[in-house]
């Protein structure tokens, strides 16, 4: 687990985009990987061949490594997002709501909607706290 003191939170969202993707591709292994195994068949046995152990168990053995690098990448990704949390409220906490608007918008580049929700406030509300937050600094 990481400390939340050892990243700035643009890291910290960094990091979570590129596990974001991560799980993704994970996903799509695993479904694409589930539907590979095959029943074993009548032919599997018969046929002799230079292929060593079995088909269906070495996939079903694939997708239990790949299955616990998904949970191991979820359970990274999940740490990082409650960091990013956690900066998020001591952020909004200790500093003017302009310059948290401001900094959301222009270091984050979150959409005005997302700003809005945040605070609970209307878009057009949080463009007017934008301005006088750059017209401060």
Known sequence: MISSKELTLEEVLKEMNKLKYRLLELGDKLKIGFFEIQAIEYKDIIIKSNFVGDVMLNKMIKADDTR????????SY???????IE???EM????????CIVYF???LH??????????NYTSRHC???YKKGKNVT
């Open 92 to 99: 909004i906490e200790t500093k003017p709501i302009e310059e």
């Open 127 to 129: 463009k007017r706290l």
């Open 78 to 84: 999940n740490g990082y997002r409650q960091v990013a």
């Open 87 to 89: 900066k998020i409220g």
């Open 110 to 119: 979150w959409k005005w909607d997302e700003i809005a929700k945040m605070f």
């Open 105 to 107: 918008r222009d270091n």
């Open 68 to 75: 616990e690098e998904f949970d191991s990448v979820k359970e």
